[in-house]
Antibody
């Protein structure tokens, strides 16, 4: 079964850091691009970042550029999102997702709350 | 990046047909994808590459494309179809773009 499982969310103070992880199983992780998408409470889906299959190319939404870093470890089938200088407006459920043959797989999400 | 525009809400009675549109300048060049999201749950893909239906998605869900507009059609709407629906596409760099979402209400 194709599966993505996020972890690492929690409560963090403004200006703090957090690293999210996304563990993949059931497909050849190293062959596919990966994305992070977030959803603030009561709001819509917003694309955050993506990384190509070997990690050599990354891209970010303007709202997180310079603060967030996406990376992957293909040996561990794991995607990461390092989030620094967190702001209240970064509060959201963060999902990882991947385009696989005939589907787009999403994790269940992990909640990040930025508050003092 | 570009924008995708959806109506905020659509209402239909059970058994009727619901149509949700999504407009964007790049849609003639890029595929569109549709997600269903129910409260507290992750999005579920219901249509990919404009009109393909993933395994396990009921046949009442279909997608079409015409120029700068793509449409999600739900035929014979059921109460369980009440949810938020999002269209998604990508720019030339492979970065995703989402529409603002449409709340489907089954009256």
């Amino acid at each position: 079964e194709v599966q993505l499982v996020e972890s690492g969310g929690g409560l963090v103070q403004p200006g703090g850091s957090l690293r999210l992880s996304c563990a993949a199983s059931g497909f050849t992780f190293s062959s596919y691009w990966m994305h992070w998408v977030r959803q603030a409470p009561g709001k819509g889906l917003v694309w955050v970042s993506r990384i190509n299959s070997d990690g050599s190319s990354t891209s970010y939404a303007d709202s997180v550029k310079g603060r967030f870093t996406i990376s992957r470890d293909n040996a561990k089938n794991t995607l990461y999102l390092q989030m620094n200088s967190l702001r209240a407006e970064d509060t959201a459920v963060y999902y990882c997702a991947s385009v696989v043959p005939a589907a787009i797989v999403w994790g269940q999400g992990t909640l990040v709350t930025v508050s003092s | 990046s570009y924008e995708l525009t959806q109506p905020p809400s659509v209402s239909v009675s059970p058994g009727q047909t619901a149509r949700i549109t999504c407009s964007g300048d790049a849609l003639p060049k890029q595929y569109a994808y549709w997600y269903q999201q129910k409260p507290g749950q992750a999005p579920v893909l219901v249509i990919y590459k404009d009109s393909e239906r993933p395994s396990g998605i009921p046949e009442r869900f279909s997608g079409s494309s015409s120029g700068t507009t793509v449409t999600l059609t739900i035929s014979g709407v059921q109460a369980e179809d009440e949810a938020d629906y999002y269209c998604q596409s990508a720019d030339s760099s492979g970065n995703w773009v989402f529409g603002g979402g449409t709340k489907l209400t089954v009256l």
